[in-house]
T-cell receptor, first 113, second 110 residues
């Protein structure tokens, strides 16, 4: 089993719909992250959480919300999807020393039509 | 946070050594240099990290000169499966987030 599992892998949704992307990890780490990647670009941070009671906005949090249901689970919601949220979304986890490296999931490809 | 500059793309052939250089002129004393690899439709994968001189693991080597203003990722004898985007990042141990540039797109040809 993968260390970081994201569901669904692919999703097509309509403008205005609410959608949730789910992430779970088996690394036992406290820190979890949601990143977005647009074609040909690097990843940008949406939200991050250092523990179950901690939620922080990243650089592009508008239009998104998150929920940290447990140490191992961190979900991302699009309250009212719009076409420019079409992107590849990655969940990741890390230990307290970020220099130990991040572990990313395989991503969710979201298309908003 | 130190800004990094790396080539947009590189081509190579199977069996060759590939060196990807990254410039980070504003690197701070507490910064580490980290490289990630990303295959299409997959999340980035941590491959190597260093602070100074040379680091080697089973995947790659990382060369860092004394002034630390640049670093070179070396991939020995690449294969087709090394075709990927390679990201150079600079971050402090106390950092919480990764800042990705556009990376270097490496294409390995038969």
């Amino acid at each position: 089993d993968a260390d970081v599992t994201q569901t669904p892998r692919n999703r097509i949704t309509k403008t205005g719909k609410r959608i949730m992307l789910e992430c779970s990890q088996t690394k036992g780490h406290d820190r979890m992250y949601w990143y977005r990647q647009d074609p040909g670009l690097g990843l940008r941070l949406i939200y991050y959480s250092f523990d179950v009671k901690d939620i922080n906005k990243g650089e592009i949090s508008d239009g998104y919300s998150v929920s940290r249901q447990a140490q191992a689970k961190f979900s991302l919601s699009l309250e009212s999807a719009i076409p420019n949220q079409t992107a590849l979304y990655f969940c990741a986890t890390s230990g307290h020393r970020v220099t130990d490296g991040y572990t990313f999931g395989s991503g969710t490809r979201l298309t908003v039509v | 946070l130190a800004k990094t500059t790396q080539p947009i793309s590189m081509d190579s052939y199977e069996g060759q050594e590939v060196n990807i250089t990254c410039s980070h002129n504003n690197i701070a004393t507490n910064d580490y240099i980290t490289w990630y690899q990303q295959f299409p439709s997959q999340g980035p994968r941590f491959i190597i990290q260093g602070y100074k001189t040379k680091v080697t693991n089973e995947v790659a080597s990382l060369f860092i000169p004394a002034d630390r203003k640049s670093s070179t990722l070396s991939l020995p004898r690449v294969s087709l499966s090394d075709t990927a985007v390679y990201y150079c990042l600079v971050l402090m141990d106390s950092s919480y987030k990764l800042i990705f540039g556009s990376g270097t797109r490496l294409l390995v040809r038969p």
